[in-house]
């Protein structure tokens, strides 16, 4: 089934807190108050493909969409809407597929490159380099048609003072690796079809940990609030998993659904007690964590069972092997590193403590692996249309919006959950943005 898109809409996204909508249209670009809806600024300067904000700031980072120079997908300019004045433009060697910011950090990702900046006197801290972000059919291209949120898998969290970037590990772990090169001599060009997710602290510049968070290939990424959980999904869509950063345990394990689905989203709420999530089969699931949530019947975390295998190096005991950025973590990875051996030693240990101890765990232990389900959940009003859902930070509600260029809002009840009621709908778009050059 074809997916229902508005055609004048290139791009929407929530900000850091979740109060404001950023669009960015054929015609230009505008910001919108969730709570009250309204729009409060537009400015119809040429095509925009990317138009993230610094939380509610004026301080925008734009990129283009269209041929014009002034518009190229490879441009980023960073503008102040209060001063209406230009603050700095950068050129990069490829099309922008994304832009994170948090209050120190600006992260700009390309097909193969993630430039990281400080965002207070917008120096190059660092690169790093990747193999090609594995976007493809998940996402639209600006140039193709449109698209909403990033067009690329990556997460930076939000706090300035916990930075995380996550995005697809570019080096399948130790125990992956050998595995699929005995099933499948895949090309050294293709991008790993790995579920390995790298955490790279944009503070230190260095890697922080490595997650094994999904077989599959990851497909979303998410990091709360306050920098201390990640969200995955891989591209089957039907389990979701959290975990801790920078120590990467699992935390929770949830079921979206049985069948495969596209996931649009992932967002937590701002005290990171719910997690949303929409996918491509018309409903949003929300996700309740706490204590006995998540982990009564799905994941086990480290403090109930210290055997549990992480599928992950720790923090603690790995850092020597991962100090000196992604060039030096790749380098090691190859080789016979420190970190290598841990990985070896924990997966071995992990194995003879599983098959020794899993015969003996009776039925409510073995329960507790099973991932659970949603506490609520919603229907939207309209099937075929991408979405990307939120969970407002002031009232009980579910914000979500849609590819068509709608915005709802749905009532959420706190306290027993089921079906989410729709309140309110409104359009992102106004009769300027609607109207063809």
């Not at 309740?288 to 992950?312: D, E, F, I």
């Not at 309209?382 to 709608?406: D, K």
């Amino acid at each position: 089934m074809a997916e229902r898109l508005n055609p004048n809409m290139l791009f929407a996204n929530f900000n850091q807190d979740f109060t404001c909508i950023s669009v960015g249209t054929r015609k230009g670009y505008s910001i919108t108050n969730c709570d009250p809806f309204g729009r409060v600024y537009t400015m119809n300067d040429g095509a925009r493909g990317i138009v993230e904000m610094l939380f509610c700031t004026s301080l925008l980072a734009l990129v283009g969409a269209a041929d014009h120079p002034h518009l190229s997908p490879r441009k980023l300019q960073i503008v102040n809407t209060k001063r209406q004045s230009m603050i700095c433009e950068l050129l990069f060697p490829s099309s922008i597929l994304a832009v994170k910011m948090n209050r120190k950090t600006l992260v700009i990702v390309l097909e193969v490159e993630i430039y990281i900046y400080d965002i207070s006197n917008m120096k190059l801290l660092h690169v790093i380099e990747t193999t090609p972000n594995p976007n493809g059919e998940y996402h639209f291209s600006v140039r193709e048609t449109k698209y909403l949120s990033s067009a690329a898998i990556v997460a930076l969290s939000p706090s300035a003072d916990n930075s995380y970037l996550a995005y697809p590990s570019p080096v399948p772990s130790p125990a992956l690796a050998q595995t699929s090169a005995a099933q499948q001599p895949s090309p050294a060009a293709a991008a790993p079809s790995t579920g390995d997710v790298l955490l790279f602290s944009t503070r230190s510049l260095t890697v922080a940990n490595v997650i094994q968070a999904h077989k599959s290939p990851i497909s979303f990424l998410s990091v709360n609030s306050s920098g201390t959980m990640l969200a995955t999904a891989s591209d089957k869509g039907t389990v979701i998993r959290v975990w801790s950063i920078p120590g990467a345990e699992k935390l929770y394990q949830f079921r979206r659904g049985t069948r495969e689905a596209r996931i649009y989203s992932i967002n937590f709420n701002l005290v990171s007690t719910l997690l949303v999530v929409s996918s491509a089969h018309d409903t949003v699931h929300i996700f309740k964590l706490g204590q006995g949530q998540g982990q009564g019947r799905g994941a086990v975390s480290s403090a109930q069972s210290p055997s549990s295998p992480s599928g992950s190096i720790d923090s603690r005991e790995g850092s020597q092997g991962l100090d000196g950025g992604y060039d030096a973590y790749v380098d090691k990875k190859k080789g016979n590193s420190v970190s290598s051996t841990l990985r070896r030693k924990s997966l071995h240990l992990t194995k003879n403590l599983t098959s020794s101890v899993g015969g003996y765990l009776p039925n409510t232990l073995t329960e507790m692996w099973e991932p659970s389900r949603d506490f609520a959940f919603l229907r939207l009003p309209t099937s075929g249309a991408r979405c990307i859902a939120a969970l407002s930070g002031t009232m009980p509600q579910v914000m979500v919006i849609s590819s068509e260029g709608y915005f709802y809002s749905y009532n959420i009840d706190l306290e027993n959950g089921g079906e989410c009621s729709l309140m309110k709908q409104y359009s992102l778009l106004d009769s300027n943005d609607e109207k063809n050059d």
